[in-house]
C-alpha cells in the first residue's frame, strides 16, 4: 500500500462518450481536496495552448485523418500536456486527475482502428509520457447504446444539441468496439484499471472509485 504524502500520484479515468467521466472525477477532487491535498484536474486533448487548438481540429466532424497521422496528434498533444502540466504538478506532490490519457489511445488508434498494432501505441505512449505513467484507472464502464444516450442528453442540456463532435457521430458498432478495447485492456493491466459499473447512479458509482481508492492509497 502507498501513502499519498510519500509522493505525487496520476490517476486516470476512462471509457466511451457518456460514461460520467467530468462528474466522477468533479467528486474525487472536491473529496480529496478536503483532505487538504493538492489537485489538479486536467483532460485530453486540450489541456495546453497547443492542445486547445489540436481539440479544436480532432474533433472537427469534417476532419478525416488516417490512423497514423491521428495517433501522432493525439501524441504531440500529450507531449505538451506531460511537459507544462502533470510533470510539473506531480513533482510537487499534486494528485493528477485526467480525464482521458494513454489508455484512450491505445483503444480508439490501435484496437478499433486496427491499422496500428497495439503494441506500437503502447512504444509510443511510453515514448511520450516517459515517468508520467498512470499509477490507477477507473475505467467506467456501461453499454454503447447507453452512454450515447447520456452524450445526447448532456448535448441537449448544454445547448450543443446538432453539434455532435467526430466521436459522438460514429456509428453503434464503432461504440460498441471502444467497449470490447477499454475492457480487454483492463484484463490485460487488473492490478491498475479498475472497472466500475457506470450503469448506477452517480453517488453509487462515487462509492465505488473511493472504496476502490481508499483500498489502494493509506490516507494521511
Known amino acids: 500500500m502507498v501513502k499519498l504524502a ?24 472536491g473529496r480529496l481536496r478536503g483532505l487538504g491535498r493538492e489537485v489538479v484536474v486536467s483532460r485530453e486533448p486540450g489541456a495546453t495552448a497547443l492542445g486547445l487548438e489540436l481539440r479544436k481540429l480532432l474533433l ?9 497521422t491521428e495517433m501522432l496528434l493525439y501524441l504531440a498533444d500529450r507531449a505538451e500536456h506531460c511537459r507544462l502540466v502533470v510533470a510539473p504538478a506531480l513533482r ?11 489508455d484512450s489511445t491505445w483503444v480508439y488508434q490501435g484496437f478499433v482502428d486496427r491499422r496500428l498494432e497495439t503494441a ?12 508520467c505513467w498512470p499509477q490507477l484507472t477507473f475505467l467506467l464502464d456501461c453499454p454503447a447504446e447507453i452512454g450515447l444516450q ?3 442528453r448532456r448535448n441537449q442540456e448544454n445547448g450543443s444539441v446538432g453539434v455532435a463532435d ?12 471502444v ?23 452517480i453517488e453509487d458509482m462515487h ?14
Not at 510537487?92 to 494513454?102: I, N, P, S, W
Not at 462509492?207 to 494521511?220: D, G
Open 6 to 29: 510519500d509522493s505525487g500520484l496520476l490517476l486516470t479515468f476512462e471509457g466511451m462518450e457518456g460514461c460520467g467521466k467530468s462528474t466522477q472525477i468533479a467528486l474525487l477532487a
Open 60 to 68: 472537427d466532424p469534417a476532419y478525416d485523418p488516417d490512423a497514423l
Open 92 to 102: 510537487r506532490k499534486a494528485l493528477v486527475l485526467l480525464d482521458r490519457y494513454v
Open 120 to 131: 506500437r501505441v503502447d512504444q509510443f505512449n511510453h515514448l511520450v509520457v516517459g515517468n
Open 150 to 152: 447520456r452524450a445526447l
Open 166 to 177: 467526430r466521436f459522438e457521430r460514429r456509428r453503434l458498432d464503432f461504440h460498441e468496439a
Open 179 to 201: 467497449r470490447r478495447g477499454f475492457l480487454t485492456l483492463a484484463a490485460r493491466e487488473p492490478e491498475r484499471i479498475q472497472v466500475v459499473d457506470a450503469t448506477c447512479g
Open 207 to 220: 462509492a465505488v472509485i473511493w472504496r476502490e481508492f481508499v483500498k489502494k492509497y493509506a490516507l494521511r
